[in-house]
Every structure is written in structure tokens, then in C-alpha cells.
């Protein structure tokens, strides 16, 4: 049985019966039979779908909104904010897909030679429960769009908005098992990756469930996508606008209470700002409104569970133990331990937790520098590379750090985030492929070589 709590009342919501293999089994049958259609349904029909899908994100707004709120504790504000960005999200492929997966034509000493891109099947998608509409839709839209079919196991704790992203596209008008849901729990993905439909698959998560989906997928010669975790980079230098770079250091750190993969986690500063920056730091985070999420003043609601939590004050402990030191926060909230009070730690070393481990809550650690090389050299003395943010107004150095920094995104002068104009994925330990833009919507198709001879 998977259920789903309220995680700032700690009150269960819904109860979703696991599915039998057998069941599975009928609804991937069921999406292979419904493949076949949508692979050659028009794509200007299934822009129209994609059009009709973000009008129906928006109509559904608050509704989907609250949904969020509820199943894993965002604050309200954010929770309305997923949905507006998934709505742009469909707009934006629905404007542009068509264009993308236009056939790109190479001239060759042939009467014709051309790059076609064609769907590939059912893609099987293991999601999170950080941004549940957003992390889900954004593989979606563009493999949907693409001709494929999407079968999605999310997260246990979000089991209800796995259940209206697939209501939401019927109200869109998709055709019947374009978009399914399964309710499984994640050691039973095998059935699903070895069955003969499913062509390919996705997962966004921790770097453990990455390589073992990236196992099974090499096992069943399965095309795959990882998006794992990050410990991001966010590099001030000495002549930074210090007012706006720690404002945005605090708005990327502990947006939905930190536990975002492309977070600014580490803040490596140079020592001729590091006692302001702290300073400021402080200042702003304590200034955050913890409590209810459905409440539109809050800016920090519960923890997803109750085990990241804890996990987390683990990390803290083990650090302060070898040196570190605490500046604000630390602790769970006093008066709900779901709510873990924003955390600014310094003194850290490479060997602590809170340094070589992502820490997946609200908590930042501040690291003076003195040299570029130096904060190149922590900027990427990680196992992670997904994104970073660099924080200067010397044009010729910004240049430098965007080529030097291992991440699949850097920042300059804005902090790390997502775009639907944009690729998005990470290097190293952070996984490989990419989701959204044009890179986005070809991953999951046969990129074809069509050559007509003379």
C-alpha cells in the first residue's frame, strides 16, 4: 500500500493499493496499442494537445496547487508557481516542437539527405516528489509531443498528483493511455524495464537510484536519462554587488525548503566579503517566515518527510563534530518538527559531510577563498555537476569560470535554474542526457539517417 501524508500535520491523506505485475502488464499493453496510433497522429494535432494541456494547467491552478501543498509541504505561493511554469512549459513546446523535430537536411553528393527524428515507444519515467507537476511534465511534454508515450511511477509521498497529471491530460483531450500512471515501489521497476514495449527510460533522483536504474536499462539495452543529484557552486567574487548576490544566494538556497537538486548549496566566497556575506547571510535567513504552507506569508514549510529531516541534522551533527560551526538555524523548528529552521554553517573542510555529501534541506555553508584558481578548484571539488552561479562584474574572468567549472549550467551574475529555451541536465555524478529545449525533445527518438540516392 502506498499512502500519502500531510507533512506539516503529519495526518494521512489517501491510501493507493500497490498494482499487481499483472496490472502493470495490462497497462503497458494498453500504451503500446495507444502508440501505435499517436506515433502517426499529425504533429500539428498533437501541438494542439500540448496547447490545450497548458490551458488546462492554468485553469486548474489552484486546485492543483493546494494538491502540492498538501502531499509534500511546499508553501502555497510556490506550490502556484510550479503550475504557472508548467503552463509556460506547454506553451513553449507547443509554439516551437513542431519546428524542432522538422527534418534537418545535410547536403551530401545524394539527391536527398536529411536527419529525421521518430519516436521510439513507451518511456518509462521514475520522478520525484520536489516539484511533482514540474519535474514530471517537463520529461513529458516534449517526449509526448515526440510521438512517444509516457508510463510515469512517481514518488509514494505524491501518489495523488501522479493521479491528476494523468487526469489532466484526459481533460486536455489526450487519447487514452498517452499519459499512465503506476503505483509501485521502486524496487519493483525491473518488470517494467524489461518488458519489450518500453524503449526507453528517465529518472530524477538520488545519485543510489540513478545507478540502479542506469543498471537495468544497460541490462535490457534500454535508452536512459539521469538526472541525479547536485551540490551547486555559488561563487562570489570581490568586486560582486554584495546586496543582490546574498539576496539571491538565500532565494536559491532555501526555495521549498532547500530540497532542490539545483540549489546553490556550497556559497564559496572571497575572503575580502566572506565576514559581510555571512553577515548578510544571516540576516536574510532569519528573516524567512517558517510555518503553515498554506498560508501566502510562508517562505519555509515542513521537510517532504520526516527522514530528510533527520538525515540532515545527521550531516550537521557529524560536521560540527570534526570543526564546523553554526552561525543560525540547526535544529528542527520547536514547534513542528517537520520544519527544520533555516541553517548557516562556516569552518567547513573537504571531509565533512555538509561539504562532499548533497545536502538536500535548508542549510548552506559559506568557504572563503582567496585566489580564482582556488575557487575554481572548490567549485569543482565535488563527485556532482550539475549547475553553478558566479557572482562577478569582470566580464573576462566570468568567461573564464563559465569553461573551467564542470557543471551542465553555469550563471553568471543570476542563480542556477530551469528553463523550458534551455537544456537541463549535469555531468559526473550528476547524471547524463538532457531534458527541455531542443536537446529535451530528441532524446527519446530514433535520430535517422535518410539518404536518397540520385
Known amino acids: 500500500m502506498l499512502q500519502t501524508f500531510n507533512p506539516f500535520t503529519g495526518k494521512l491523506i489517501n491510501n493507493f493499493p500497490e498494482q499487481s505485475d499483472q496490472e502493470v502488464t495490462s497497462i503497458i499493453e494498453s500504451q503500446d496499442h495507444a502508440y501505435k496510433k499517436w506515433k502517426i497522429t499529425l504533429l500539428e494535432e498533437r501541438s494542439q494537445l500540448i496547447a490545450q494541456l497548458g490551458r488546462a494547467l492554468k485553469e486548474e491552478q489552484e486546485s492543483l496547487a493546494q494538491l502540492i501543498t498538501a502531499e509534500m509541504g511546499k508553501p502555497i505561493t510556490e506550490s502556484r508557481a510550479e503550475i504557472a511554469k508548467c503552463s509556460w512549459l506547454c506553451e513553449?513546446?507547443?509554439?516551437?516542437?513542431?519546428?524542432?523535430l522538422d527534418n534537418?537536411?545535410?547536403?551530401?553528393?545524394?539527391?536527398?539527405?536529411?536527419?529525421?527524428?521518430?519516436?521510439?515507444?513507451?518511456?518509462?519515467?521514475?520522478?520525484?516528489?520536489?516539484?511533482p507537476f514540474w519535474q514530471a511534465l517537463r520529461f513529458a511534454v516534449p517526449t509526448i509531443l515526440a510521438g512517444n508515450?509516457?508510463?510515469?511511477?512517481?514518488?509514494?509521498?505524491?501518489?495523488?498528483?501522479?493521479?491528476?497529471?494523468?487526469?489532466?491530460?484526459?481533460?486536455?483531450?489526450?487519447?487514452?493511455?498517452?499519459?499512465?500512471?503506476v503505483f509501485i515501489q521502486a524496487d519493483r521497476s525491473e518488470i517494467i524495464i524489461k518488458h519489450k514495449s518500453i524503449r526507453g527510460v528517465t529518472i530524477t533522483g538520488s545519485g543510489k537510484a540513478g545507478s540502479a536504474v542506469a543498471s537495468l536499462a544497460g541490462k535490457y539495452l534500454k535508452k536512459c536519462v539521469l538526472e541525479l543529484g547536485g551540490s551547486d557552486p555559488l561563487i562570489v567574487f570581490e568586486d560582486a554587488e554584495l546586496t543582490n548576490c546574498c539576496q539571491a544566494a538565500t532565494d536559491s538556497r532555501m526555495i521549498n525548503a532547500g530540497?532542490?537538486?539545483?540549489?546553490?548549496?556550497?556559497?564559496?566566497v572571497h575572503e575580502s566579503l566572506f565576514q559581510a556575506f555571512v553577515k548578510e547571510q544571516k540576516k536574510a535567513i532569519e528573516k524567512l517566515i517558517l510555518g503553515d504552507p498554506k498560508l501566502p506569508e510562508t517562505q519555509i514549510g515542513p521537510m517532504a518527510r520526516p527522514d530528510l529531516a533527520e538525515h540532515l541534522q545527521k550531516q550537521i551533527d557529524d560536521s560540527l563534530s570534526m570543526g564546523a560551526k553554526i552561525i543560525c538555524g540547526g535544529t528542527p523548528s520547536k514547534a513542528n518538527p517537520a520544519i527544520f529552521r533555516p541553517t548557516l554553517m562556516i569552518d567547513i573542510q573537504r571531509n565533512m559531510p555538509v561539504y562532499k555529501e548533497?545536502?538536500?534541506?535548508?542549510?548552506?555553508?559559506?568557504?572563503p577563498f582567496k585566489t580564482e584558481e582556488e575557487a575554481i578548484h572548490l567549485a569543482n571539488d565535488t563527485t556532482y555537476g550539475l549547475g553553478a552561479s558566479v557572482w562577478t562584474n569582470d566580464n573576462d574572468r566570468a568567461r573564464r569560470l563559465v569553461k573551467a567549472i564542470d557543471a551542465g549550467a553555469v550563471?553568471?551574475?543570476?542563480?542556477?535554474?530551469?528553463?523550458?529555451?534551455?537544456?537541463?541536465g549535469g555531468t559526473k555524478n550528476s547524471g547524463f542526457g538532457r531534458e527541455l529545449s531542443f536537446y529535451g525533445i530528441t532524446e527519446f527518438t530514433n535520430i535517422k539517417t535518410n539518404w536518397i540516392q540520385a
Request: proline share 7%; with cysteine; net charge positive.
Open 149 to 181: 508515450v509516457v508510463l510515469l511511477k512517481h514518488a509514494p509521498n505524491v501518489s495523488g498528483t501522479s493521479l491528476r497529471i494523468e487526469e489532466i491530460f484526459r481533460k486536455a483531450g489526450f487519447p487514452e493511455h498517452i499519459f499512465r500512471s
Open 259 to 268: 530540497q532542490v537538486c539545483i540549489a546553490a548549496k556550497r556559497f564559496i
Open 92 to 100: 513553449y513546446y507547443a509554439k516551437n516542437g513542431a519546428e524542432m
Open 104 to 131: 534537418k537536411t545535410v547536403k551530401t553528393e545524394a539527391r536527398s539527405s536529411y536527419i529525421s527524428f521518430e519516436p521510439l515507444g513507451i518511456i518509462f519515467a521514475i520522478m520525484p516528489w520536489n516539484f
Open 358 to 367: 548533497e545536502t538536500f534541506g535548508p542549510l548552506a555553508v559559506v568557504i
Open 411 to 424: 550563471f553568471v551574475n543570476s542563480i542556477t535554474k530551469s528553463d523550458p529555451r534551455l537544456p537541463f
